[in-house]
């Protein structure tokens, strides 16, 4: 048994023009790679094994980064299920004269931890301690199924607790 802590991976770096929109922006596709690798060194250090990119379950671009911006990526497995892992990356910008940190984007990886031959193999499970940690942790099922779901993996009949979830709601 692991705990999310730690798989926490930390990654700070510059934003620098090769990496821009035409806005001056980060473009949002160096962002996601930047997110990938961060978030495969998470389930790596979770797993201890070579880990793939399964699916990107979500991603919110909420707020544009600026060229010369410092960026900071938190990743952190969220939830460890047979041989996949939920990894929750967070995205912080940070101020240059009072070095307070904003939430600029989230996102959230599947990543399946696999043997040399690319056949995927168990991981550990995983305790959550903080309240923030017990609520991804919660959720990370639900997410799951709908990420099988729209790949075409599971049927949505199948999918309990996602479905659940909408009948509460009503
Ligand atoms: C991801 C991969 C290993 C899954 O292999 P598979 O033979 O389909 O294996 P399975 O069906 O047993 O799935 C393995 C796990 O992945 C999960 N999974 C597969 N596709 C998923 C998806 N789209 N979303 C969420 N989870 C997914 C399964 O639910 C299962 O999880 P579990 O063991 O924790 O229950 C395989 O599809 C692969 O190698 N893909 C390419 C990965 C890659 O190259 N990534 C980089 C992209 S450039």
């Not at 930390?10 to 996601?32: A, I, K, Q, R």
Request: net charge positive; charged share 25%.
């Amino acid at each position: 048994m692991k705990t999310p802590k730690e798989s926490l991976t930390v990654v700070t770096d510059m934003v620098l023009p090769g990496d821009s929109n035409p806005l001056n922006n980060l473009f949002g596709g160096e962002l996601l790679a930047r997110m990938d690798r961060a978030c495969s060194i998470a389930a790596r250090r979770h797993s201890s094994r070579i880990v793939v990119t399964a699916s990107v379950n979500h991603v919110a671009f909420n707020k544009a980064v600026p060229i010369g911006s410092v960026l900071t990526i938190e990743a952190k497995v969220s939830r460890a299920f047979t041989s996949s892992m939920e990894v929750y990356a967070d995205v912080w910008i940070e101020d240059r004269e009072s070095g307070e940190k904003t939430k600029a984007n989230e996102a959230i990886y599947t990543f399946v931890a696999v043997d040399r031959t690319g056949t995927p193999v168990k991981v550990p499970a995983i305790k959550p301690e903080t309240p923030l940690e017990i609520e991804r942790y919660e959720g990370a099922l639900r997410r799951k199924q709908l990420s099988l779901v729209l790949s075409g993996r599971m049927k949505p009949s199948e999918a309990n607790e996602l479905k659940a979830l909408f009948l509460e709601s009503n």
